[in-house]
């Protein structure tokens, strides 16, 4: 690419990947929220460019049962010297947007931005790799060949805690700033080969919408594991998932039911507010691997069906199935907004 001078659109979109980088200096980075039984609202670590913040005393303490190392933010290196980058960051794009110009200097600040974010993860990966492997082997809790490394990202199970470990404000702000850059480039690319014609007057608000859409990313259930997971209300071990529910925050968090009462009642407490809820799932009683949206289940009750906190009440994804399956069982079509009438 020459060094030609950046349209007015593309030197918008550095000016405002530059301001977002400046927002990052006071948002948390990353999260990494832990669900057991014992803790129905969760634990979350949060790490922020400078520190480290959330449950981390109550984490802290669970961890020396374990045999892993306490966490302060003092311990690493990574707090003291990340703000600097991000300043660096932030400033080289509010230069490249007012006083450099040039397409020369954007791809140099795009191709930094990546190897950064490349030697982030990777450094991220030894720090969870160190601090699931080096343990003591003293540690009142001792599980052979057990390691404690939480997820780079996703889900994972740890013993009897379930960890999920994302990008908090600040890194969907640092994935949008790198979309905002590559965007940049092409329009750039395109604009000096006169292969296309323009056809977004602005596309700032297209790269922000951008941020706003892979910040709201849906997150699908999880399969519920026979003896291993725990229903969230009743904190029984799930045995028998056929009957079994799922509600997903807006975060991300699952909550797991081995029941659809379960599932009604934890409503009823709001622990999870209703704006706060992405979706409610029920498994489909015909295929246990799968989930259907509580909201478009065929329900149908019957005391022979002896589901494990008494609802009795199987889900299905068509009406055929549901009378397919049903057809010699006695009992009853019901629903949804009978039994949950906040839903209606």
């Known amino acids: 690419m020459k060094s030609r001078e950046l349209t007015g659109i593309n030197r918008k979109i550095v000016l405002v990947c530059g301001l977002a980088l400046i927002v990052v200096l006071f948002v948390p980075l990353w999260q990494i929220e832990l669900a057991a039984p014992q803790y129905p609202e969760g634990l979350v670590l949060k790490m922020y460019p400078n520190k480290l913040a959330g449950n981390v005393d109550i984490i802290n303490g669970l961890n020396h049962y374990i045999g892993m190392k306490t966490l302060h933010t003092e311990d690493f290196l990574e707090f003291t010297v990340l703000p600097y980058i991000i300043t660096f960051f932030a400033v080289f794009s509010l230069a490249v947007a007012i006083f450099l110009r040039t397409a020369k200097w954007l791809l140099s600040l795009f191709t930094l931005f990546v190897i950064f974010g490349i030697v982030a993860m990777a450094d991220f990966w030894r720090w969870e790799y160190q601090y699931g492997h080096d343990l003591d082997p003293n540690a009142a809790i001792n599980v052979p060949g057990m390691s404690y490394q939480p997820p780079l990202i996703g889900y994972k199970q740890l013993l009897n805690f379930g960890a999920y470990s994302i990008p908090d404000i600040g890194g969907w702000i640092f994935i949008g700033v790198g979309i905002g850059l590559l965007t940049a480039i092409i329009l750039q690319f395109k604009h000096q080969k006169n292969t296309a014609v323009m056809k977004w007057k602005t596309p700032a608000p297209l790269f922000l919408s951008l941020i706003l859409l892979m910040a709201s990313c849906s997150v699908e259930p999880k399969p519920i594991k026979v003896g291993k997971d725990a229903c969230v209300f009743c904190k029984m071990g799930v045995m028998d998932k056929r009957f079994g529910a799922e509600l997903i925050s807006k975060k991300g968090k699952i909550y797991k039911f081995d029941d659809l009462h379960c599932l009604m009642e934890f409503s009823k407490e ?75």
């Open 270 to 344: 709001a622990t999870v507010k209703n704006v706060d809820i992405q979706g409610m799932y029920l498994v489909d009683y015909e295929n246990p691997h799968g989930f259907i949206d509580l909201q478009k289940a065929f329900l149908f009750k019957s005391e022979a069906l002896r589901s494990p906190m008494g609802s009795n009440i199987a889900a299905f994804l068509t009406e055929e199935q549901l009378k397919a399956t049903t057809q010699s069982i006695e009992g009853r079509v019901v629903q949804l907004n009978s039994l949950m009438p906040t839903l209606k």
